[in-house]
């Protein structure tokens, strides 16, 4: 995944400061990184572009191969639903459908056979089974949920998975379980966290640091003690 | 496999609730329109019960109206052309015919001597009737000119009043189906899109997970469809119950004839599905359309952005729609007919409701900013409503928009008809200038001749009602009256424009000014016109008056020696109309009268001003079935968008705001949707009313009387309090956090 001088701003205020300013960054394949910022740095807005959910106002989106920017609305819905997955901070889950409905939705919208093994043995990766399958959302805990949604995100052995903040709405005791499943269950997968928190990134290739729609600096092999010092720079700086 | 997109449906139907509440609705509504509409109307046989085939004059009028297909016109006649006493002979001579006798005395029978209403044929043993209708038609030549009917078709023969209030009631059943529908899709788009609205996240999670916008499309259509036979099933039996009803009602009012049934067939529920699928699926398109372009980015936002303002394309038709109203206006008001102006008012009505509709959100951001003044009054709680409402006018605008809708329904059907019945009872009440009016059985020439001669009167005229058929300009019952010849101007006061009534004979007929305007019979002093008497003869006359005060002495005058032997009842007249004379003297010649009663002019203008105000039952019917469609969507709306709310209630249960702060603030919430919704509705109403009005009575004034209209604005009120307070405090009494008090 590549993304080249990709600019987005919002709205119709032309002139005020756009919300990523002419980032370059590329992920290579099976790579782990973390996005950093502080709030309003333009991190979720990096996510939605390099996902294909917002168009960006300049620049180019190369995901698996492919230029978005060439797609049709369809042609990148089904780009989604076949070759990228999404776990979200919450209301990751469909609540009227069932653990088992929500882990199959990308297979079902793409008109695909779910078959019972297939469901169980991505559920059997986050740790979730039995008569947990057959469950609303609701009943489930926060931890919970996240692994449905992450077993969702890998039923379709996508190439990229997104993850804006996954693991903002946990305890952190939570937080790093959920991490270290997302880390082992994705493997070969490329990954992209959008997060706050430092902690994240000890699962992290990589770490990205944004500052008012820019890239500030990149760490490899990040040490959570140093992002956060970073961090609280980047805090200070604005 | 499917198994997603209805999830919605069977595990969470709470939003939905409401579109099944309004489609069945729509529903039952349509049923019961299509079992009127559709009704077993045969008349009993009667009399002729044991004939096998009744042979009568042509019961049908037929006109050639123009060019094209639909140019010859029919409609049924109130009474009997005659048959010549000797067609009984000539029928018994029909192989297979065991007797033909020749009947009268049916009512709206003829009265002229020799001839007969009809003849009644009895088959011999082994004769079908359906063979002997056939040979007796040979028989007549072809059978034209003349009714031939065996089985059920002999009750319409034996009562000519059932083929008129058939095609009365029964247009009113059909004519009721497509506003039904039209305004059972305004409910169904304001519903359909708050519970699409209500769940953008969830639509917007799909997308990201892949769904095409065509899926979230066709799950949202799916979802609706499902809805939709759900509101169908529902609503089939209490369609049917008011179909039954509304029969009854009808025939109560001589609309139906007296034994008619409702139609209940099973095939109903059928119908009632596929009408409220229909519309389901229909008013579900929009938003749709729109849930299916949600970007999906929204899905991954902390806050559910929605645009505070509605689209520029929402606005732009919004204002096209008005634009549209306006040049309707201008259009109805520029048409010179009244059935023209009538013609366009249900459009008009329509086209003012998609205007309101459309520009909801910029007038509720309207209201809100010429609210400001509230917060200074209502303290926090009004702070905190207005605040809610200026943040979000879309929303908001959901919850006014049916409000408008209902007002702008319910105000215009029913002050229409107020106004209208205002005029026709303020006519009535004026009317008659005569000084005594003399009314009862026997009251003939013979009778007008001796009151005429009594010592003091000055002038005396009798009237009786008829209607005949004209061409106005498709063939269809025209009301007026059959004066005796004499100086009407001295009896009655029609407002003549043009002509004079000073007196009417043979060859004459004096026409309303309504009925003569181009665009209706198009008529004016001098012109020929041909009217048709109640036994279908024409009455070819020259046209010798034009009057304006037409609602109650009705459209046409006549000569009653015209019409005598031509209505199916002897000849006379309902009032005779004296001026002058003393009432000792009148009274001495009732006296030898039983059953004549006289009257001073007032005490007959009042009994006159109330027959014209309880002649209101068709409206009342329209006025109800659009008063619940209105009702429904407006309480289905609120009630949602009340629910939806929730998060708003525990949130400031936690920010410490006390249980009556949190009412007081969903009661300004209430107050604003109400004021905003009837301002707006009875905007949009106010320009369908005022054309009706002008059409119908020639007046610019509506008449509004006050008792209903504060009961429309406190009804209003009502519903939308509520259909707000009743679940605010149902979700407030599971919210620990509000602080007591």
Not at chain 2, 11 to 38: E, H
Not at chain 2, 186 to 196: M, R
Not at chain 2, 450 to 457: F, I, N, S, T, Y
Request: overall charge positive; proline content about 6%; hydrophobic content about 50%.
């Amino acid at each position: 995944m590549e993304l080249t001088d990709v600019t987005k701003r919002y709205g119709r205020r032309r002139r005020g400061v756009p919300a990523l300013d002419r980032v370059s960054l590329s992920f290579g394949a099976g790579s782990f990184t973390a996005v950093l910022g502080v709030s309003g740095s333009g991190k979720s807005t990096l996510l939605q572009c390099a996902a294909g959910l917002e168009r960006p106002s300049a620049g180019t989106v190369r995901l698996c191969g492919t230029d978005l920017a060439g797609l049709s609305q369809r042609r990148q819905a089904v780009l989604r639903r076949q070759r990228v997955g999404f776990v979200f901070q919450d209301l990751n889950l469909l609540p009227e459908l069932t653990v088992e409905e929500n882990i199959a939705l990308p297979l079902r919208l793409d008109h695909r056979r779910a078959g019972r093994a297939d469901i169980e043995l991505a559920a059997a990766r986050v740790g979730l089974g039995g008569g947990q399958l057959r469950r609303r959302p609701a009943e489930l805990s926060g931890g919970q949920q996240q692994r449905v949604a992450i077993a969702r995100a890998l039923i379709t052995r996508p190439e990229v998975i997104f993850a804006d903040e996954p693991t903002g709405a946990l305890d952190p005791h939570t937080a790093v379980g959920v991490l270290r499943l997302l880390r082992e269950a994705a493997d070969g997968t490329t990954v992209v966290i959008v997060t706050h928190d430092p902690q994240v990134t000890r699962f992290c290739d990589r770490a990205v640091f944004l500052h008012d729609g820019r890239v500030d600096r990149v760490l490899p092999d990040p040490e959570p003690a140093v992002v956060a010092r970073v961090l609280h720079e980047l805090g200070e700086r604005s | 496999m499917r198994g997603w997109m209805l999830a919605g449906v069977r595990r969470s139907p709470g939003p939905l609730i409401g579109t099944v509440v309004a489609s069945a609705a729509a529903a039952a509504l349509t049923v019961a329109a299509l079992s009127v509409a559709i009704a077993d109307t045969s008349a009993p046989a009667g009399r002729l019960a044991g004939a096998s085939v009744v042979v009568a004059g042509d019961t049908s009028l037929h006109v050639t109206v123009g060019h094209g297909d639909d140019a010859r016109q029919s409609l049924p006649l109130p009474a009997y052309r005659g048959l010549s006493a000797g067609l009984a002979g000539q029928l018994a001579r029909v192989p297979g015919v065991a007797a033909a006798t020749g009947e009268s005395g049916f009512p709206g029978g003829v009265v002229r001597p020799g001839d007969v209403d009809l003849v009644a044929v009895t088959a011999k043993p082994g004769v079908s009737p359906g063979v002997l209708a056939g040979r007796i038609r040979a028989a007549l030549h072809g059978g034209r000119g003349y009714t031939i009917a065996t089985g059920p078709a002999r009750g319409d023969v034996a009562d000519l009043t059932a083929a008129v209030e058939r095609s009365d009631g029964q247009v009113l059943g059909a004519a009721l189906i497509p506003p039904i529908v039209t305004i059972s899709l305004f409910v169904l788009a304001a519903t359909t899109g708050l519970a699409v609205s209500l769940r953008r996240r969830r639509f917007a999670l799909l997308r990201t997970v892949g769904a095409t916008r065509g899926q979230v499309r066709r799950a949202i259509l799916a979802e609706l469809a499902v809805c939709g036979v759900a509101g169908g099933a529902l609503g089939w039996l209490p369609g049917v119950a008011l179909g039954g009803l509304g029969v009854h009602a009808l025939a109560a009012h001589q609309m139906l004839p007296a034994d008619s049934a409702a139609w209940r067939s099973p095939w109903l529920l059928l119908v009632a599905c596929g009408v409220s699928v229909i519309v389901a699926v229909l008013s579900g398109q929009i938003a749709a359309r729109r849930a299916g372009r949600t970007s999906p980015a929204q899905a991954l936002r902390e806050t559910v952005a929605e645009g505070t303002w509605p689209s520029p394309v929402r606005i732009l038709l919004g204002l096209g729609a008005a634009g549209g109203a306006g040049t309707l206006m201008a259009f109805t008001f520029g048409q010179k007919s009244a059935a023209g102006q009538l013609a366009l008012a249900l459009p008009l009505l329509l086209t003012c409701m998609v205007a309101v509709a459309l520009l909801g959100p910029v007038l509720v951001a309207f209201a809100a900013w010429l609210a400001r003044p509230a917060r200074a009054v209502g303290g926090p709680s009004a702070r905190l409503a207005l605040a809610a409402i200026s943040a979000q006018p879309r929303r908001t605008a959901s919850a006014v928009i049916p409000v408008a809708l209902a007002v702008a329904l319910v105000g215009s059907v029913y002050f229409a008809d107020a106004s209208i019945a205002h005029a026709t009872a303020a006519q009535a009440g004026s009317t008659v200038t005569a000084d005594r009016v003399i009314s009862g059985p026997g009251l003939d020439a013979g009778a007008l001749r001796q009151v005429r001669a009594l010592p003091g009167v000055r002038a005396a005229a009798g009237v009786a009602p008829v209607s005949v058929a004209a061409t106005d300009p498709d063939l269809e019952p025209v009301y007026g009256e059959a004066v005796s010849d004499g100086p009407l101007n001295r009896v009655l006061d029609l407002g003549v424009t043009s002509g004079s009534l000073g007196a009417l004979r043979p060859g004459q007929i004096a026409v309303s000014a309504l009925e003569a305007a181009p665009g209706a019979m198009g008529v004016h002093v001098g012109s020929r016109l041909t009217v048709y008497l109640p036994d279908g003869t024409p009455y070819r006359a020259t046209v010798s008056a034009l009057y304006t005060r037409s609602l109650a002495s009705g459209d046409v005058l006549i000569p009653a020696s015209a019409v005598d032997g031509h209505t199916g009842a002897a000849p006379g007249f309902a009032q005779v109309l004296v001026s002058g004379g003393t009432a000792g003297g009148l009274a001495a010649l009732a006296a030898g009268h039983p059953g004549w009663h006289v009257a001073s002019r007032s005490v007959a203008n009042a009994a006159a001003e109330r027959a014209a105000a309880q002649d209101g039952f068709a409206n009342n019917l329209i006025l109800g079935l659009v008063a619940a469609l209105a009702a429904v969507a407006l309480v289905n709306t609120l009630a949602v968008a009340t629910v939806e709310r929730r998060r708003a209630l525990r949130l400031l249960g936690r920010v410490g705001a006390s249980r009556g702060q949190v009412a007081a603030a969903f009661g300004w919430h209430a107050l604003f949707v109400t004021v905003t919704g009837l301002v707006a509705g009875a905007a949009a109403g106010a320009v369908t009313l005022v054309a009706v009005t002008k059409a119908a009575t020639g007046s610019w004034v509506p008449f509004i009387p006050l008792a209903p209209a504060a009961g429309l604005v406190l009804g209003v009120g009502a519903l939308v309090a509520g259909a707000v307070m009743i679940p605010f405090y149902a979700m407030s009494r599971r919210e620990p956090a509000l602080a007591a008090g």
